[in-house]
């Protein structure tokens, strides 16, 4: 149980070019998902957390307008990576919990590469 | 923002050793929740811890939060080479978020 997926794996596209990535938690319904970066070997770094049917709360230095949350309903929140430049190449993953404070299952991630 | 350490960053042990990775937040914490992810993988969770003070142990995993809820350790009794992979802590925020720590990446030599 409690298996999140997320879509796409992998994003290849040109600069300029906006991508929509897509959570969803398909077992259980989640109260709350969490948007993270993660660079090469690196920690996982919250960029916002998205709570279904309110607006997301971004981390100190997320900028907004560049990484729309929509958390439509209990099982799915989206993050679009607006007009994707070169520096927005990453590895983005999300979680979702069932209740607060609870254990985060995890997504499987997605490679984001923007040429 | 809050910032959640990890030491050591790198730790290599042969089979049979032990092995401790502490965690430490500039802030007081809510909770804390540890996770380990393998290379290639996503973190997956280990437990989660309340009260100050806490100790819960998972068979060779024995995991400890501080009096002042500000430090956290997790420590493995004699590695397996299962054991290999990156442990994270993430500290509970005031709100409903977590801050991972930096991660301990462990290699087990056979």
């Known amino acids: 149980g409690a298996v999140v997926s997320q879509h796409p794996s992998w994003v290849i596209c040109k600069s300029g070019t906006s991508v929509k990535i897509e959570c969803r938690s398909l077992?259980?319904?989640?109260?709350?998902m969490f948007w993270y970066r993660q660079f090469p070997k690196q920690s996982l770094m919250l960029m916002a957390t998205s709570n279904e049917g309110s607006k997301a709360t971004y981390e100190q230095g997320v900028e907004k307008d560049k990484f729309l949350i929509n958390h439509a309903s209990l099982t799915l929140s989206t993050l679009t990576v607006t007009s994707a430049h070169p520096e927005d190449s990453s590895f983005y993953i999300c979680?979702?919990?069932?209740?607060?404070?609870?254990?985060?299952?995890f997504g499987d991630g997605t490679r984001l590469s923007i040429l | 923002g809050q910032q959640v350490m990890q030491i050591p960053q790198y730790q290599h042990v042969q089979e049979g050793e032990d092995f401790t990775t502490y965690c430490n937040s500039s802030?007081?914490?809510?909770?804390i929740q540890w996770y380990k992810q393998r290379p290639g993988g996503h973190p997956v969770f280990l437990i989660q811890l309340v009260k100050s003070g806490e100790v819960k142990k998972q068979k060779r995993l024995t995991f400890q939060f501080g009096e002042a809820k500000k430090n956290s350790s997790l420590h493995i009794t004699a590695t397996q080479t299962t054991d290999v992979g990156t442990y994270f802590c993430?500290?509970?925020?005031?709100?409903?978020?977590?801050?991972f720590g930096t991660g301990t990446s462990l290699t087990v030599i056979p």
């Open positions: 993430a500290g509970g925020g005031t709100g409903n978020q977590f801050y």
């Open positions: 802030t007081t914490l809510s909770n």
């Open positions: 077992d259980f319904q989640a109260t709350t």
């Open positions: 979680s979702a919990i069932m209740a607060a404070p609870g254990p985060q299952h």
